[in-house]
Every structure is written in structure tokens, then in C-alpha cells.
């Protein structure tokens, strides 16, 4: 049973720097692609940043030169470290892992960036 366990989200200024992480347990997860989406209040969910089993990654347009994913294949987990946050990155972020055509979810972790 694959299980992803997020952490690392609350209450920061703008400005400021969190990062989150995303524990995944069940299996080894080295070959699969992983990533964060996240939701705010009354809006669809979207895809933040992405990276591959090799390391390749993707991001949204919005965080670009902000946010940084990293992953540590020995520990299964996935990193997002998110520096220089703004009100608008206030969200649920929710990690994901895909495999073989299915995808898993984390339960989420609110972030709110406030003064």
C-alpha cells in the first residue's frame, strides 16, 4: 500500500521561506515521478513543480526562481523548498507520486503566507 506523508507547511510573512516534504512508504519509489500541486480557496488545483526519476523537473510559471524540488531516492521523500513567498502562494499543497498509470496523494499541508 503506497502511503505519502506531507509535512513542513504553516504560517509565514511574506518574504519568507518554508520547506515542505513528502515521505512516501510502501515501496521503493526511485523509478517514478513525483511533484507538489496545490489548491487555494475556490480554485482548481495545479500542478507546482515536478521531477522525474532522474531528476528532471518542471515548474509552474509562477514559481519559477522561487521554488526548488528535490528528492532523496534513499529516504523516498520529495522536497519542496519555497523561498521569497507571496500571499498568492497561500494554498493546500498536496504531494503526489504516479505510478503505473495511477496516481497517489498526500492528505495536504496548508501553507498561508500573511503578515
Known amino acids: 500500500q503506497v502511503q505519502l506523508v506531507e509535512s513542513g507547511g504553516g504560517l509565514v510573512q511574506p518574504g519568507g521561506s518554508l520547506r515542505l516534504s513528502c515521505a512516501a512508504s510502501?515501496?521503493?519509489?526511485?523509478?517514478?515521478?513525483r511533484g507538489w500541486y496545490r489548491q487555494a480557496p475556490e480554485q482548481q488545483r495545479e500542478l507546482v513543480a515536478s521531477i522525474t526519476s532522474v531528476g528532471n523537473t518542471n515548474y509552474a510559471d509562477s514559481v519559477k526562481g522561487r521554488f526548488t524540488i528535490v528528492r532523496d531516492n534513499a529516504k523516498n521523500t520529495v522536497y519542496l523548498q519555497m523561498n521569497s513567498l507571496k500571499p498568492e502562494d497561500t494554498a493546500v499543497y498536496y504531494c503526489y507520486l504516479s505510478r503505473y498509470g495511477i496516481v497517489y496523494w498526500g492528505q495536504g499541508t496548508l501553507v498561508t503566507v500573511s503578515s
Open positions: 510502501g515501496s521503493d519509489f526511485s523509478l517514478f515521478p
